[in-house]
């Protein structure tokens, strides 16, 4: 990788390697703004200048941009930056994606510890993913590659679905793989149409995510091969084992739901991922599982069978002649859903699960057999071809000029496109910089050569994407107002309100609220703490009580103490401030309790005891007499 700048975007710092993919590299991050840890995807830088690798990288960013489930690895950011190259120190530009970094393991990292996992886990893991794909298919997007490697098992359980890479909206599923073109997903999990080049769509993803619950129960995928080649050619036209040939935990309702996701024909598995989930949840809960499903399990039962018992009866005999063109009939012809034939004579009696797998794959018998098959199915093909040049002849369709629709409104597009001789499909996305309604890109692009009648395919900007309103609770208005500009939104109306366990000028709410989805550039109406309490009425409550709710409202208590005769000692007589005042949070009231008065003391009066000795006479004074 080329020398990353210390601060990618200006705002996250690139950590160590996490992972390295086909075309990108993943490492842990952290995003300097909002102080979290994240994900970051970039275009390797070998790449960076391949115009066909930036495109599919781009559209890897807008597809997972446009997703926001709980059970998907969600999209933070995504941008480009200049860094400079290993060699000459040239710059090139290269793009990333900031996504939301997982703590856990990959289901590929747990299968390589443990082997397999537990019928019941691994249905509650396939569940998830069938949610997460259920919500992109309602999107448009297809996966295209779910597998064990790009579904992750969080610290706390959680199932993520991430690497949504080669996903592409439905209406983008119609371009066929050529000769030149390597077929997209993994070979063990490539549905058959996805083998074949054949258009996809979501019940693509469904067979994909049947070979995954496949190797979950049983710590293997359906088929193996020595080459991506022989394994598709499996996934076309070699039935599957029921998983419990493997894993004898596996119940027969488990084996019906896998067998019925794993059916060739895509008319004839799951159609949607409802349905598949809901026959796991009837496993789960042991309540029987569709008609569909048992019906599938019945028709791989009838056509393990019958190679069983071709098997037993030819085992020793020479090829007869014509037998190819028998085979490649056999082959063409759908199976017939029965039940599974008697045993040959020669057999000493039913078979267990594993003793049936080990004669199915008993040296001699199986690989000659596909061979023979395989050559069969080419000179069909061959002979296919043949039959339509002949019938076609050589005559060419002509090509036009695609008219360039970019950045034009979605209707004068489609009227350009329909006089010029195309049909058009449209799929919506989510644009931040395009306005809604406007054609944001086309395949085939503009003033390029295709042919009269084809299909042009355009997407069109569905305005910019929802961004989830952040937690401001705690934070200051110029932390809040902060936040909300590097998200795209703007601080509305600030209301204060008395709150007594937030500080003053720190928020309180906001409207919307938090993890609510808005568009870019709404605004958020916060509600900041004044600072300031209504004291409460402590008036006639008893001491305790009084100083309990005045803690309650954050306010400091300092007690006086007044002997009164009227008032039952211990209740609070008088507050200040009085309550229903406003007084800033962390302030004192002085509560005035009643204490019992003293007793009063009454004044004694001494009265005299009376004596039995007269009393003299007054002494005469000395005033003489006349």
């Known amino acids: 990788m080329a020398d990353v700048p210390e601060l990618l975007g200006g705002r996250y710092e690139v950590g160590d390697l996490l992972g390295r993919g086909g075309m990108a590299e993943v490492h842990r991050g952290f995003d300097t703004r909002l102080g979290r840890p994240v994900a970051i995807k970039m275009l390797r830088s070998d790449l960076a200048r391949d115009a066909t690798f930036l495109s599919r990288f781009r559209r890897e960013a807008q597809s997972a941009a446009a997703l926001n489930h709980a059970a998907v690895v969600a999209v933070y950011d995504h941008g480009e930056d200049h860094v400079h190259t290993e060699s000459g120190g040239a710059k090139i530009n290269i793009p990333y994606i900031v996504m939301e970094y997982v703590d856990g393991h990959t289901l590929r990292e747990i299968l390589s510890e443990r082997g397999q996992l537990e019928p019941m886990e691994a249905v509650r893991i396939t569940e998830n993913v069938l949610d997460a794909l259920a919500y992109s298919h309602r999107q448009g997007i297809v996966h295209r590659d779910i597998k064990p490697a790009n579904v992750m098992i969080g610290a706390d359980g959680a199932v993520k679905v991430m690497d949504f890479g080669i996903a592409r909206a439905m209406a983008d599923a119609n371009a066929t793989v050529t000769a030149t073109q390597a077929v997209i997903g993994t070979a063990q999990y ?22 995954m619950l496949f190797e979950l129960l049983t710590g293997r995928p359906p088929f193996l091969g020595d080459s991506p080649v022989a394994i598709a050619y499996q996934h076309v036209g070699q039935p599957p084992v029921p998983p419990s040939r493997y894993a004898e935990a596996v119940s027969e309702d488990l084996d019906a739901v896998v067998l019925h996701a794993l059916e060739k024909p895509r008319e004839e598995r ?49 090829l007869p002649a014509g037998s190819l063109s028998d085979r490649t009939a056999a082959m063409e012809a759908p199976v017939r859903r029965g039940a599974v034939p008697p045993p040959p004579p020669d057999d000493d009696g039913p078979l267990t699960r594993r003793e049936r797998l080990e004669e199915e794959e008993r040296p001699g018998r199986g690989p000659a057999a596909w061979i023979l098959l395989t050559i069969a199915v080419l000179a069909a093909l061959g002979l296919l071809g043949y039959g339509l040049v002949t019938y076609f002849g050589q005559e060419e369709v002509p090509k036009v000029t695609v008219p360039s629709v970019v950045g034009t409104p979605e209707d004068v597009a489609r009227v350009k496109l329909v006089q010029a001789g195309f049909t058009v499909e449209a799929v ?30 355009i997407t069109v900007s569905g305005g910019p994407n929802n961004v989830e309103v952040p937690d401001l609770t705690g934070r200051t208005l110029d932390e809040a107002k902060q936040l909300l500009g590097d998200l795209g939104l703007t601080l509305g109306t600030v209301t204060q309100t008395d709150d007594p366990d937030t500080e003053k000028g720190q928020v309180i709410s906001s409207d919307p609220g938090s993890g609510v989805g808005v568009k870019p550039g709404t605004r958020i109406n916060v509600e900041v703490a004044s600072g300031k309490v209504v004291v409460p009425n402590v008036v006639g409550m008893t001491q305790n009580d009084a100083q309990r709710a005045l803690a309650d409202a954050n306010l400091q208590v300092e007690t006086e103490y007044r002997q009164t005769g009227s008032v039952p000692e211990g209740q609070v007589i008088e507050q200040d401030p009085k309550g229903r005042a406003k ?20 004044p004694t009066t001494v009265t005299p005891t009376p004596s039995d000795t007269p009393t003299g006479s007054p002494t005469p004074s000395g005033t003489p007499t006349g």
């Open 190 to 211: 490539l549905s058959p149409e996805q083998a074949q080049g054949h258009s996809v769509d979501a019940r693509s993803d469904l067979y994909s995510a049947g070979c």
């Open 270 to 318: 799951y159609q949607d991922a409802a349905e598949f989930r809901a026959d796991l949840q009837a496993v789960r809960l042991g309540r029987p599982v569709s008609v569909a499903a048992r019906s599938s399990a019945a028709a791989v039962a009838g056509a393990a069978g019958a190679v069983l018992a071709a098997g037993a009866a030819g085992a020793t005999e020479a």
């Open 428 to 457: 919506v996305a989510a644009d931040d910089t395009v306005p809604e309604g406007q054609v944001v890109s086309q395949n085939p692009d503009g003033d390029t050569q295709a042919t009269k009648g084809s299909t042009v395919r």
């Open 583 to 602: 007084a800033d949070v962390g302030s004192t009231v002085k509560i005035v309790i009643a204490q019992k008065a003293a007793p009063t003391v009454t």
